[in-house]
């Protein structure tokens, strides 16, 4: 329906209190930004903040660091200290170095089984098994069969301890003398023994001891990461640090209020007032709408100040749609599902729309799950009836449908003209709002051309006959196409002759004029597309009826599963048949779309 009106405001502070004013506009959501050299011109004298940023570098080393030694790392943690660059890269020199003794001397992969195991062995203390003079310490995983097998030894030269225990494994640590460590080696050799090098430092405890400090500076440099980042968008003038973006206008406020308690100055201007700076779209619509947000987006945002489409877009989407899906009882289903999850995404907000519209139009065809016959009743109770209001797969109905299909979309083309040059005359575009295929001349041409066929039709005189009929709504309008550029830079008051030379231009209008008369009979040809998918329908429900009949007894199942398989098939091949005629035969003659999307500053 709308698009929401929007602010450019400047907040302006000191140095000093810069990143705070950054971070607080960060956090608060309500700003997209506009880069500092959109802002900086000749004519101010502005500056760029031109200020490295050291922190992302440290940011993701610590991460690095804090992986390798399974540290968990609290995301948009609050550091309980400043640090300087110095105190930062000694501390990655610290943990590097610490833990450094423990990663080069484990250059295999552990498992879980074997991390198991060392938690066991570390009971011992890895620094007091280092320090033993006298004593050979080994520690491995043994295949559970050869562990059986030690008792033959008598356990003369060595002892030893089971750490851990899977079916297929014995994980143990044995203890010899360095006169028996050779022999004793030996025969853990022949019965398969996988050792595993024992750490000189516990990790475990060791990570325990610096979590708190990984933590703490982890979180100081995310924030300063933050606060960098953010640089690019602020530019210095005389001294004062300006951050500029865009917010909505109901906003200003809330805004304003972030930053109450810092000396932040704040100047809000007009979008237009900003010509240089692209103004962000937020889109508003009503609950009906608001799911077909989604397909404009698609498609492409329209500018600031421009025609939000998606309104128009919601009706005709949902009719095109019921019309061709037209089945009371698989609607319900439709609407049922849609409603149900609309919360999980506007995919099923526009499901459960649609589903209204088949609803109506199956109601009108008379058809209820494939049963063509079950409305009859009522058809003949409220619109006095034979049979049905309307059968669709009655042969005599065919050519009235596909007419029907052609007059809807030649409706809809005319409506479409009407609007793009509702949207010309605000651009002040008068040269499209007059000459173009979609301006005034356009609107001519192809009502005529309507009014002409309906009105033999019902009156039987064919006033397309009539030279002055012809002269002004066939002929004036061929020749404004052709002239579209001279007569679009007359009114605009630009020079007239073409870039190309008259008979450059001449040659090449002649043939765009050929292809705009060929596209007002291949988009009116196209919504037959209409018509043919309400026989497709129907004719796919005639299959799933006639199955039912021939499988007896499994006829209700067969047509369970034969509806399912329908909407699904169907109602997949219709949705992307009308947005076709959406983007391609309604978007195409009165939307360019351009716009930009509304992406506040937020933390990560």
Known sequence: MAIVPMKFVSACTDREHLDEMLLRARSCGLLHPVSASEIVTEDNDGKLLNEDNPYSGYRQTIRNLAHSIGCDLKEKGTPSKTYTKEEIEAFISEITEKFGITTDSNEVLLTPDDEAALKELSKCGFERIHACRYLNFGFGRLPADSFKKLSMYGQEYFVHHRCHATDQYIWMVYVTSDSYAQKVKKIFQELYFEPIDIPSVDVHRLMEDYRDRINDVYAYCDREDEICSMYPDVAVLEDKMILSGFIQADEADAFKNVFADLPVDFRFKEPSEMPQCKCPTVLKNNWFARPFELFVEMYSLPQYGDFDPTFFMALTYCLLFGIMFGDMGQGLVLMAIGFAFEKKGKLFGIIGRVGITSTVFGFLFGSLFGYEDALNPIHQKLFHVREKLFDVMANSNTMFLLIGAIAIGAVLIMITQLINITNNMKKKKYGEVLFSQNGVAGLVFYGSIMFAVVYDKLVGVNIAKNPLYIAICFVLPVLCFIMKEPFSNAVEHRTVKPKEGWGGYVTQSIFEMIEILLSFVTNSMSYLRVGGFVLSHAGMMLVVMTLVKMTGGAG?????????????????????????????????????????????????
Request: charge should be neutral.
């Open 556 to 604: 209700p199942v067969v047509l369970i599963i034969g509806n399912a398989f329908v909407m699904i098939l169907e109602g997949l091949i219709v949705g992307i048949q009308t947005l076709r005629l959406e983007y391609y035969e309604m978007f195409s003659r009165y939307y360019t779309g351009g716009g930009v999307r509304f992406k506040a500053l937020q933390a990560d």
